[in-house]
């Protein structure tokens, strides 16, 4: 297994590399390189203390791959990568309930708020056949920002990141094309994945707090 070190590296010339390749419209190197910077994250948490947190965290970071490469490749296979997407939100939910159940209800009406806005936004520019499709996936991760947020910390600010990711591929796709679009998805994204994963180390941490007896912090 490669150091963190390594990986981090790994990491940075990939996605570095893929930014090129949509740069240039490179879409071979685009798909090579576009699914490795997630990869190099389960790899590092491959490294830490199992946990079901880890395991569900893991698991949205495969299925984000998946959609990754399904959505690299040059057809059209929005539905299939929106349906693993839909499965990778799904985890990370089942993730953070692991951490509290406690109802949030400021959170819960901030992510219905989110959530709600975004898909009146994209349903009044017509959707089509996307429609439950996207509906369907608007309450996933609705859902998902709503425990999140539960959560605090940094899992709480991979999940805005990812969401704001989430939007602007919707905003570019249903609403309005703008040049950015792809740089600016790809680059919250990562860094939504990336907070997302660090807070395995955070639940980790007071897991291990909880067990000897001291206090944890109330974020994860």
């Not at 349906?83 to 799904?90: E, G, M, P, Q």
């Not at 089942?94 to 898909?119: D, V």
């Not at 796709?173 to 680059?187: G, K, N």
């Not at 994963?197 to 912090?217: I, K, Y």
Request: net charge positive; with cysteine.
């Amino acid at each position: 297994m490669p150091r963190p070190s390594h990986l981090i590296l790994i990491a940075f010339a990939t996605a570095a590399l893929y930014l090129y390749a949509v740069a240039s419209d490179n879409a071979a190197l685009g798909l090579l390189s576009k699914p490795i910077p997630v990869l190099a994250l389960i790899a590092w948490l491959s490294t830490k203390p199992v946990s079901r947190y880890r395991h569900w965290i893991m698991l949205g970071l495969a299925f984000s791959v998946l959609g990754d490469i399904l959505l690299a490749i040059p057809q059209d296979l929005f539905v299939f990568g929106l349906a693993a997407f839909l499965c990778a939100h799904l985890a990370y939910l089942r993730g953070y309930c692991t951490l509290t159940l406690r109802p949030a209800y400021p959170a819960l009406a901030a992510a219905l708020l989110i959530g709600g806005g975004l898909f009146s936004l994209l349903a009044s520019h017509g959707l089509g056949e996307l429609l439950i499709p996207v509906a369907l996936y608007a309450l996933a991760i609705g859902a998902m920002l709503w425990r999140a947020l539960a959560c605090g910390g940094v899992a709480a600010l991979g999940a805005c990141a990812f969401v704001f990711s989430d939007s602007l591929i919707g905003i570019d796709r249903f609403v309005s094309p703008f040049a950015a679009a792809q740089y600016l998805i790809i680059l919250f994204y990562w860094l939504g994945q990336w907070l997302i994963a660090a807070s395995v180390d955070r639940a980790t941490r007071n897991e291990v707090l909880t067990q000897s007896g001291a206090r944890a912090p109330q974020s994860c």
